[in-house]
């Protein structure tokens, strides 16, 4: 089972970046999918969820400028960034499981963003 995160990249701070994660069909109508990050030294954190009835929520250091969202059709969920900020510099990793907080569920390999000041 694969999840794959594309659309990292290098940006100046105040851009924009989409991130796309594609999984399997079936893991959009059956888990939760979320974004993660993790920044050199330091913990990876939650960024962002979506239930598979669409329902969303945010990390406080990413509320009104990043917005997940999927498309089922498309097997395929996305982060969009606005207003990037030096410390939202990490790599993003697209996770896919019934209990987000558990320990088991799915991880994609990672893409690297890099905002420059």
């Known amino acids: 089972v694969q999840l794959v995160e594309s659309g990292g990249g290098l940006v100046q701070a105040g851009g924009s970046l989409r991130l796309s994660c594609v999984a399997p069909?079936?893991?959009?109508?059956?888990?939760?999918m979320a974004w993660y990050r993790q920044a050199p030294g330091k913990q990876r954190e939650l960024v962002a969820r979506?239930?598979?009835?669409?329902?969303?929520n945010y990390a406080d250091s990413v509320k009104g400028r990043f917005t997940i969202s999927k498309d089922n059709t498309r097997s395929t969920m996305y982060l969009q960034m606005n207003n990037l900020k030096p410390e939202d510099t990490a790599v993003y990793y697209c996770?896919?499981?019934?209990?987000?907080?558990?320990?088991?569920?799915?991880w994609g390999q990672g893409t690297q963003v890099t905002v420059s000041s």
């Open positions: 996770r896919a499981a019934l209990l987000i907080e558990s320990s088991l569920g799915f």
């Open positions: 979506i239930t598979k009835a669409g329902s969303t």
């Open positions: 069909r079936s893991f959009f109508s059956i888990y939760t």
